[in-house]
Every structure is written in structure tokens, then in C-alpha cells.
């Protein structure tokens, strides 16, 4: 009986350290480039965001902050959630222009190698949209989103 459970604990640590390393699997690369990039950062959790990219998951300060890269260690973008009155007026402005009676339910702040964007989470009734706009205030994006669960 003794053995038994010796044997049983062996699996289940094997099993939990297993399942706690799967999303750290990204590439030496992607890793390097991410210490560059953001060198005080030490706790970090990966995911694959699609057949290319990885995403880094990460906190500096109590803000939350995901990051981008290529399987080569490219970074694509770096984005984390912004308070609404931590938006310029003339962006807040294009999205009350553009899409009347639509309330902002979330602002992120997205930095890529294209430039600086703010991307809105915008919603009326059941109408839910993804709004990304330039620092200008132009309109580079909108996308209805689609339920999922209909």
C-alpha cells in the first residue's frame, strides 16, 4: 500500500510540472527577444496566438501588458488596458463622432511597429464593434464583432 502511493505522488507531481511548463514552450529566440525588450520583467506566461506568433502575458507595476513575437524573435506589438480619461480628447472625439449612442466598454493602448493605436471595445444594444484609432484621431479599423455563442 505504502508503494502504491509513492507511486501515485510520483505521477501526480510528474503530471502537475508537466502541465505547469506547457505554456513556456516558446522559442529561445522569442524568449531573448522578449528580455531585451522588456529586461525587468521575470514572470512571464506564454501562449501560441497562431501558427507564427507567441504571446507574452505579463505585469510591470500592477498594469497588465501582453507582447507579440515572431517565431524569430521579431516583436510585433505590445498592448495593456488604458482608463477611458487616460485617452486624448480628439481620439475620444472620433469615436463619438463616428459611432453615435455606442458606449466604450474597454480601451487598450497598442504599440506595434506601425505606430501608437488606441483600440476600443464600443457596444449599443447588441451591436458590439472593435474601433482602432490613430493617435490623429483617424478611424484605421472597424470590425462588428460576431457572438459566438449564436
Given at each position: 500500500?505504502?508503494?502504491?502511493?509513492?507511486?501515485?505522488?510520483?505521477?501526480?507531481?510528474?503530471?502537475?510540472?508537466?502541465?505547469?511548463?506547457?505554456?513556456?514552450k516558446?522559442?529561445?529566440?522569442?524568449?531573448e527577444?522578449?528580455?531585451?525588450k522588456?529586461?525587468?520583467?521575470?514572470?512571464?506566461?506564454?501562449e501560441?496566438?497562431?501558427?507564427?506568433?507567441?504571446?507574452?502575458?505579463?505585469?510591470?507595476?500592477?498594469?497588465?501588458?501582453s507582447?507579440?513575437?515572431?517565431?524569430?524573435?521579431?516583436?510585433?506589438?505590445?498592448?495593456?488596458e488604458?482608463?477611458?480619461?487616460?485617452?486624448?480628447?480628439?481620439?475620444?472625439?472620433?469615436?463619438?463622432?463616428?459611432?453615435?449612442?455606442?458606449?466604450?466598454?474597454?480601451?487598450?493602448?497598442?504599440e506595434s511597429?506601425?505606430?501608437?493605436?488606441?483600440?476600443?471595445?464600443?457596444?449599443?444594444g447588441?451591436?458590439?464593434?472593435?474601433?482602432?484609432?490613430?493617435l490623429?484621431?483617424?478611424?484605421?479599423?472597424?470590425?462588428?464583432?460576431?457572438?459566438?455563442?449564436?
Amino acid at each position: 500500500m505504502k508503494s502504491l502511493k509513492i507511486i501515485l505522488g510520483v505521477f501526480l507531481a510528474t503530471i502537475i510540472v508537466a502541465f505547469a511548463s506547457v505554456g513556456d514552450k516558446a522559442p529561445q529566440k522569442v524568449k531573448e527577444a522578449f528580455a531585451m525588450k522588456f529586461p525587468t520583467v521575470t514572470k512571464v506566461k506564454w501562449e501560441k496566438e497562431n501558427a507564427s506568433e507567441w504571446e507574452a502575458e505579463f505585469k510591470i507595476g500592477k498594469v497588465e501588458y501582453s507582447a507579440n513575437f515572431l517565431e524569430d524573435g521579431t516583436w510585433q506589438e505590445t498592448e495593456h488596458e488604458v482608463d477611458e480619461t487616460d485617452v486624448p480628447q480628439n481620439v475620444l472625439q472620433s469615436i463619438k463622432d463616428g459611432f453615435p449612442g455606442f458606449e466604450i466598454e474597454e480601451v487598450e493602448i497598442s504599440e506595434s511597429t506601425k505606430g501608437i493605436f488606441y483600440e476600443f471595445e464600443i457596444e449599443k444594444g447588441e451591436s458590439e464593434m472593435e474601433v482602432v484609432v490613430a493617435l490623429s484621431g483617424e478611424v484605421i479599423k472597424q470590425e462588428v464583432k460576431v457572438d459566438k455563442n449564436d
